[in-house]
């Protein structure tokens, strides 16, 4: 079954980076998009970031210049890197592996990593 387990997160002062990784399992990783997606406390799921299988890297508009995803197709894990932190990016952080061609649909996601960034 599909496993995705984050980690990386912590407590950044603003300004700060952090790099969340998120290992795989259970699926053909290297043919299938990945995203990261939060949510704030008392917010709803919001998407991060995409890559899709051959690289190409999607972003929403808040994080576009400071969040950078990847992927390593051997080791079965996407990384987001995170920069200029700002108090609120604060966030439980999710992997996600999305349905089909979408990158905001989830088919699973993992338990999630805190990140906090404090002002």
């Known amino acids: 079954q599909v496993q995705l387990v984050e980690s990386g997160g912590g407590l950044v002062q603003s300004g700060g980076s952090l790099r969340l990784s998120c290992a795989a399992s259970g699926f053909t990783f290297s043919t299938s998009a990945m995203s990261w997606a939060r949510q704030a406390p008392g917010k709803g799921l919001e998407w991060v970031s995409g890559?899709?299988?051959?690289?190409?890297?999607y972003y929403a508009d808040s994080m576009k210049g400071r969040f950078t995803i990847s992927r390593d197709n051997v080791k079965n894990t996407v990384y987001l890197k995170m920069t200029s932190l700002k108090p609120e990016d604060t966030a439980v952080y999710y992997c996600a592996l999305p349905r089909g061609g979408s990158l905001v649909d989830f088919y699973s996601w993992g338990q999630g990593t805190q990140v906090t960034v404090s002002s």
């Open positions: 890559i899709r299988s051959d690289g190409t890297t």
